[in-house]
C-alpha cells in the first residue's frame, strides 16, 4: 500500500487507497487505486509462497 487517498468520502468502514501490484519477484509493476472494506485488509509481513502449479499445466513465465 502507498497511501489512502483521504479526498475521498467512502462509506463508513470503506477507504480508497493507492497500491502498487507487485509480480512474483516482489517487484512493482503497476499502480492501482482500490476501493477496501477496511475489516479485510491484512498486513503482510513478506509475500505469501507460491504453489506449484496444478499437474498437466505449466506455470507463467516472468516477463
Given at each position: 500500500?502507498?497511501?489512502?487517498l483521504?479526498d ?8 480508497w ?5 507487485l ?8 499502480k492501482?487505486?482500490?476501493f ?5 485488509v ?10 506449484a502449479a496444478?499437474?498437466g ?5 516472468d516477463?
Amino acid at each position: 500500500m502507498i497511501r489512502e487517498l483521504t479526498d475521498r468520502h467512502p462509506y463508513h468502514g470503506w477507504s480508497w487507497i493507492e497500491a502498487y501490484e507487485l509480480d512474483a519477484r516482489g517487484t512493482a509493476v503497476a499502480k492501482r487505486e482500490l476501493f477496501v472494506l477496511l475489516d479485510g485488509v491484512r498486513w503482510l509481513s513478506r509475500a505469501p509462497a507460491r504453489r506449484a502449479a496444478p499437474p498437466g499445466r505449466t506455470a507463467p513465465r516472468d516477463r
